[in-house]
């Protein structure tokens, strides 16, 4: 299968701090998507993103499609306690059914 | 909207039996997916299905059996459980658009299956 590299793995930052995280593949993808989630929950998406260079907001969440197709990026601006969970990118192959997901960063709020 | 519901939300098992992991959505979505997400990694998909009667593997699908003969249900099937499938077991499913395959999977809150 594809594999996905993330980074950080994990992120102990201070309230209101930004947020910065990556993934990185070895393949072309024509989407990817960004997933928040929480403790026993399932993921939750939080952007899709279609086409190289689109950049896309959601709040104070913005991410951006690599150029080269074989990245993306997340930003959180300003963070706040309840941006703590796991994020997971997923992207999918140019052909195929499926996505595939990175390893997650958790990122951890400190008050 | 109950989006995507999973059940049982916890189950263990011993070595050798069998089981179901129940899976429905009311979104009328045609695509439906079983993922497995192991402690610390990322979810890696079991199976798939495009619509009803249809299903294809995924990246890990030795072990398991799915069926699709609805559009709402998509059961997976444990046959002879393993310790290696102690894993949080995830569906989801999604509609495709703007001309991709398939985007934007809701998924369900998971079951967490434990084989002993």
């Known amino acids: 299968g594809q594999q996905l590299n993330q980074s950080p793995q994990s992120m102990f930052i201070q309230e209101g701090e930004d947020v910065s995280m990556n993934c990185t593949s070895s393949?072309?993808?024509?989407?990817w998507l960004w997933y928040k989630q929480d403790p026993g929950e399932g993921p939750v998406l939080l952007i899709a993103?279609?086409?190289?260079?689109e950049l896309t907001s959601n709040g104070r969440l913005t991410a951006q499609f690599g150029i080269t197709r074989k990245d993306s990026f997340l930003n959180i601006s300003a963070s706040i306690p309840s941006d703590v969970g796991i994020y997971f990118c997923?992207?999918?192959?140019?052909?195929?059914?499926?996505?595939?997901f990175g390893t997650g960063t958790s990122l951890t709020v400190i008050p | 909207n109950a989006g995507v519901t999973q059940t049982p939300k916890f189950r263990i098992l011993k070595i050798g039996q069998s089981m179901t992991l129940q899976c429905t959505q009311d979104?009328?979505?045609?695509?439906m997916y079983w993922y497995r997400q192991d402690p610390g990694m990322g979810l890696k998909l079991i199976y798939y299905?495009?619509?009803?009667?249809?299903?294809d593997k995924g990246e890990v699908p030795n072990g398991y059996n799915v069926s699709r003969s609805t559009t709402e249900d998509f059961p997976l099937r444990l046959e002879l459980a393993a310790p290696s499938q102690t894993s949080v077991y995830f569906c989801?499913?999604?509609?495709?658009?703007?001309?991709?395959?398939?985007?934007?999977?809701?998924f369900g809150q998971g079951t967490r299956l434990t084989v002993v």
């Open positions: 979104m009328n979505h045609n695509y």
């Open positions: 299905s495009v619509g009803a009667g249809i299903t």
């Open positions: 997923a992207g999918q192959l140019h052909t195929g059914n499926q996505f595939y």
């Open positions: 393949s072309i993808f024509n989407t």
């Open positions: 989801a499913s999604s509609y495709p658009s703007r001309g991709s395959l398939y985007t934007e999977a809701f």
């Open positions: 993103l279609y086409k190289a260079g």
